[in-house]
């Protein structure tokens, strides 16, 4: 039986490796494996609660927005303060997350999955004006091509006129996932590892100045998502056709929700939010969310088996590599016992299962022109379209929601830090389900969780021995050649892994960090 | 003929964050820095990225370890992260041999040997900076005191920020490109250019003006000096103030939250609790903090 390891796989945030038996040009078993743990809940043990919304941040610079609201959320319940946020910081927090997810979806889609469809090689063949493809094609001639050569080769199938032009739209998109950092700044004042957003609101303040600053950066993006996501999207979708029924995966999707609509209810499993929270399976049928359901188990990952199990609330981890049968540092998060997939196309899925009209016009819209049924969704080009959908759903909200603001009115609300306490946030981060827990006592953070989404879709097998999302949706899948696994990578890409995210979470209770050495 | 500037961007213990930052550089765009020729006919040719480049797996692996052997002494290392080393490296590894993963700390050391120069990008890179925070649980060092401990002797720039802004790592490359490797006095005592670390925030800080009269914000969106809100500004090397983040659209204090101090050797540790006032400045005078520890920054 022949075996393909991938290690590092690259184009992801972090450290990944895949490994994959392959019998008869069939993938028969795969393991993924998180290869970075920085332990980042021991170094927040014993700080000032607020603290956690800066360190958080830097589980991942790609999506530390996500983290750094998710963080947020969690201290306003812990303090008390969850349904008491005034209106221009709950909003101002949307849009900061909002203009952040938007360019993040970007980015993934042109920066680190479009390399495994575009040709960029064709742009030597280019005749035309445009001064950006000139300087590739003259990037290609002078001959040093890396970072862009080599490559798995073998299977680019769109036209090279077709591909020039998505070369150009990678150009064009790095400027464009710019502009939505900027956009991110004006209210939250740098990024990666922004500032604005705090426990009790957000530290700026709106002004019909940063107001109209933002609507117009958010212009660019929309119009970029609208008239060239989309449809490169959507042309991809038709020179890979296969990649409809290919990397299916486990069928179950899990969302947490985003972007808070009102600030009434201090649950957020139940709060007004623009993407809707709950599950659905492979009939898309949508159950509310529980998340009492929600288990981390550590059979096959370099923990302690004793803490298997546990609710991330309660949970108690001890890292132990090597273990006998382990083979990650990511944990397998389960809900109610079962594997599921997090990310855009589970919140765009059960946003659309839920019935709301503009997601309904935009999945039904969508698949009638790739002539498809649901079920494709749950694939390859599924996760794309998903992820360019979310972006416009979002990105078509934002005016919206920045016109709302009132300059002069509060955006922040002072409160008492607790000396104990405990709290929770969930959100829907640019790859999916995103939930912090805390505990205070004697006023520091006694325990702090993150279980990101990419644990969820990166998880080992779990104490069942179920493999997690991204490894079901490996497992079946044929490889055309194995020295090119264009199949393995492009099924990975698709969930947008972010390892960083993964593998550093884990409760210090009880654990004696005097064993580590430093040599 | 357009000499090719060949450069391996390695991650460590990261989040990616810098290399994100790196993204986000406005002029010249990370077009120009990858594709054009970034100073007339020098072109940086980045033989690895794991962020951006095509290649998986044992290809990409490949390229990196070929540019070690094939272009020694040529080649600029960026180390991206802290280098985990408790344990034998087991918290981080990056690829295999012979069936094995290879640590970060044994990657870190080999590509280093054979550099032309090293530049520890972001301050977990430069001084540990998150990773390394207390308890620091996986051992993790700085590429400086890596090195130290490995007995590497590399010509080192540290570009610490958590992230760092892109100018200052464009800049800086720019500068071994146009002028060779920084020149004695280029640099301060913490290895940073003083290009761009060379005043503290305080001293070009917008805001002042109401700390000079006493005047401070008691909580988020009050108008004020931010200093009993927390910020480190005073003690904090970097021109954020004059360039502005993100294509100059804004910065921290911008915004009105407190500058957490993160291109100094303190943070986290010591630049935080970062919502409370630091304790130990004689105020006002600016500075004084680094003259009693015997650093010169000016």
Redesign the interface.
Known sequence: MAKI???????????L?IECTVENGVVKDAWATG??????E??LKG??P??AQ??AQ?????C?QSHGIAATLNLDSAFGIADKIPDNGRIIRNLIHGAHVVQDNI?HFY??AA?DYVN?ADVAKYSGNDS?LN??KD?IQ?G?L???????EGDYRLPPEVNQQCVAHY?KA??I??VG??A??????????S??V?P??????PTVDNIM?YIWKIKILQDFVNSVYIPDVLAVAKAYGDYASIGVGCKNLLSYGGYDQDGKSPDYAIRERLFKQGTVGADLKPAPLDMSKITEQVRHSWYEDASSNLHPSHGDTRPQ??KSGAYS?AKAPRYDGKVYEVGPLARVAVTYAKGDPKMKELVDGSLKELKAPPAVLFSVLGRHLARALSAKFTVDSLEAWALSLKPGE???V?YQLPEEAAGMGIIEGSRGALGHWIEIKNGKIHSYQAVVPTTWNVSPMDDKGQHGPIEKALIGTKVKDEKNPFEV?RIVRSFDPCI?CAVHFVTPKGRD?GQ???? | M?K?LPVIYF?A?????????M??T?SP???NV???QIAPVV?I???????????????????MEDTAKRQKGEYVLVVDGAV?????????????RSGK?VTMKQRVEELAKDALAVIAMGTCASFGG??A?????????SVQQFFT?KGINKPLINIPG??PHPDWFVGTVAGIILNGLPKRGELDDFLRPRAYYGKLIHENCPRRAYFDEGKFAK???EDGCLYELGCKGPITHAD?PLRK???G??????????C?G?TQPEF?DET?????KLVDVDLPVVGAYWANKGVNHG
Not at chain 1, 35 to 40: H, K, S
Not at chain 1, 200 to 205: E, I, W
Not at chain 1, 516 to 519: G, K, L, M, Q, S
Not at chain 2, 272 to 276: S, T
Request: glycine share 10%.
């Open positions: 390891v991938i290690d590092p796989v690259t184009r992801i945030e972090g450290h490796k290869n970075l743990f920085r332990g980042l021991l170094i700080r000032d607020r603290d800066i360190i830097r589980i991942c610079g790609v530390p980015l920066h680190l390399l960029v950006q300087s590739v990037f002078r040093a890396e970072p862009f050569l080599p490559r798995y150009v790095l400027e996932r710019r950092h900027e991110v700044s004006i209210f939250s004042g740098k990024i990666p590892h500032v604005g705090v009790g609101g957000v530290t700026s303040t600053a590599y090597g540092w509060p955006a922040y002072e990578v960083a960090i580590y050495r430093v040599v | 357009v090719e991650q213990s990261a989040c990616t964050g810098c290399a994100v930052s993204l986000n406005a765009t990370i077009k990858l594709i054009d072109h040719n980045l033989k690895f990225h794991p962020v951006v480049m095509a290649a998986a797996g044992e290809l990409a692996i490949g390229v985990p080393t408790a344990d034998g490296g087991v918290y981080g590894a990056v690829g295999e993963p998150i990773p925070a207390t308890p620091n649980p996986t051992g993790c060092l401990a958590c992230p909580k988020f969106g954020c983040w993100n294509s659209t804004n910065w921290v204090i911008g915004c009105g939250a407190p957490n993160c986290p935080a609790p970062f919502y409370e």
